[in-house]
C-alpha cells in the first residue's frame, strides 16, 4: 500500500514509528520484555512495519516517561491504563472547550456587533465573573446569606435548636 507508507513519511517524527524495540528500551530506561508487557497491556502501541517490526515514536518514549512516572508514584498498570485514558480523554474535553468557547464567543459577536467582549487577563485563581446571555456581569450573590435575603444562613443539624 503505497498510500499508508507516503502518509508515515509525512507525518511528524513525534508521531512516526522510527525507533526499534531496542532502541526504545534503551532511550526509555525500560527492558524488551517490560515494552511488550506494556503494549499488552494497551499502555503504548507502537507502529508496525511491514514485516511486523516494533516502531517507536518520539510520543511513545514521552508516553514511557509517563508510565514511569507512574510506577514510581505505585500505580500498578492497569491503574497506569486508566490514568493515560482519562489524561487522554481530558485533554480532548479541554480542546473541545476551548473551541466551543470560541465558537460561542464568535456567535455573540455575529449576533451583536456594537457589544465589546469583555476581555480580562485570566487569573487561574480567581473565579471567573458568571456572566448574562448578553455579557452583562451577574451581581455575585450575598456570602452568608439564604437566597430570601433572610438574614445569615444557618447550618441545620439533627439536635435542638435554640
Known sequence: MPEESDRRESESPSVRGVYGISVAAELSGFGVAALRLYEEYGLITPG???????????FDLTRLRRIAELIDAGVNLVGIGRVLDLEHRTGELERDNLRLEAD??????EQDPAAEPVREPADPAVPAPET???GRRRRPAARGRTGSGDGPARERTGGDHH
Open 48 to 58: 508496525r512495519t511491514g514485516g511486523g517490526t516494533r516502531r517507536y515514536s518520539d
Open 132 to 134: 448574562t446571555r448578553r
Open 104 to 109: 460561542n464567543a464568535q456567535l455573540r459577536a
